[in-house]
């Protein structure tokens, strides 16, 4: 439940943030680098961080 | 061109052909025929140049042209160059997969892909949809999100949140892994997490886009200009629309010999709406008819 949660929160904000600048829309790269930033990259640093 | 079904596709594929498919090849497949050339039909700035292609709906899908990318005779080369390199036959026959399902899918706007290329240069088009690429990014986005695309992206969409099995984690661990040497690979030095991403990506990619067109062209902007013309986005669902879009044909291209109101290949019949549906009747009523016949010589 914690990913999925993960998972929609980064979809809400990629879809916001596309809305916002189509830009973001135009590759596959972007999505793919904005979703494993958000769902990977993030949780890992909060984790560094905590310790 | 489609907007969201190329990313949507590959996961539809996975879950009913299962280990039988590598999904990253399939992937690349989906997205090989735009992958290097999509850029150059819009256009893009280099230190205050535009560069873009003269006549974009040519270079996209004629000849002369990049249109061979979307011929099926390209994914063949290429699965035969990718069998080559990696001697896996899942990973060539996956990629066809994806690069057909490409070719074919993009047959539903109004110019249509040059199939058979090299044998023939005729573009074969259901013509659903505008297209509508040669006015830019934005309009182009907002004909296609007003139009039957929409709705035909819909249903990938649909159809893959169907499918949302493939992307649980016990599923990539039982099939995917098993299928797609890539992930094996990757698996080595990438933690699992990430691959689920990288795995997961193009779904999340289809769907936010596909949201965020149709919320941006209808609920926020309503219409875009382009060469100083401005283009309102009115919904209009009929064959071949939007209508308010100067939809580029598969006549206007290719020197305008080939695929016309005369043209009398089967494709060309089918493209219009009511011969596709009374078509669509004969074939129905003779498969039936076939189904019958089978069943009662088996009994």
């Known amino acids: 439940m914690r990913t999925f949660a993960l998972y929609l929160a980064a979809g809400i904000s990629y879809t916001a943030l596309g809305i916002y600048n189509q830009n973001y829309l135009y590759s596959f790269f972007e999505g793919l680098a904005f979703l494993c930033g958000f769902v990977v990259g993030i949780p890992w640093v909060i984790k560094r961080l905590w310790r | 061109m489609s ?59 004629g000849w002369p042209g990049v249109g061979f990318t979307h011929s099926l005779v390209f994914g063949v080369l290429l699965s035969l160059l990718i069998y080559a390199i990696w001697r896996k036959p899942i990973i060539a026959y996956s990629f066809l997969i994806g690069q057909w399902a490409h070719a074919l899918t993009d047959m539903g706007d109004t110019v249509g892909t040059m199939l058979f290329f090299p044998f023939t240069t005729h573009l074969f088009s259901i013509g659903a949809w505008a297209y509508a690429g040669e006015l830019g990014r934005q309009v ?10 929409f709705v035909w992206d819909g249903v990938w969409v649909v159809w893959a949140c169907l499918s949302w099995r493939v992307l649980t984690r016990e599923y990539y661990r039982r099939e995917v892994l098993a299928g797609d040497p890539f992930f094996r690979w990757a698996g080595k030095t990438l933690s699992e997490p990430l691959l689920l991403a990288i795995y997961r990506a193009a779904f999340f990619y289809g769907i936010c886009r596909w949201i965020a067109w149709i919320v941006w062209a209808h609920v926020i902007v309503g219409g ?6 401005h ?16 939809a580029l044909h598969a006549s206007d291209l ?18 219009r709406p009511k011969l596709f549906m009374y078509g669509f009747v004969v074939v129905a009523v003779r498969a039936k008819r076939l189904r019958q016949r089978l069943a009662s010589r088996r009994e």
């Open chain 2, 3 to 61: 907007w969201a079904a190329h990313d949507l596709e590959p996961y539809v594929f996975q879950k009913h052909l299962g280990r039988k498919i590598a999904f990253m090849p399939l992937l690349a497949g989906s997205y090989a025929p735009d992958l290097f050339t999509k850029w150059f039909v819009y256009g893009v700035g280099v230190f205050g140049f535009e560069v873009k292609a003269e006549n974009p709906a040519r270079f996209h899908r």
């Open chain 2, 231 to 246: 283009y309102k986005f009115k919904l209009d669902l009929s064959w071949g629309g939007p209508h308010w879009a100067h």
């Open chain 2, 224 to 229: 875009a200009s382009f060469n100083g013309k």
């Open chain 2, 254 to 271: 290719n020197n305008g010999s080939l695929l016309g109101a005369g043209c009398q290949c089967p494709c060309c019949r089918a493209a």
């Open chain 2, 140 to 149: 182009d986005a907002g004909a296609y999100f007003s139009g039957l695309g």
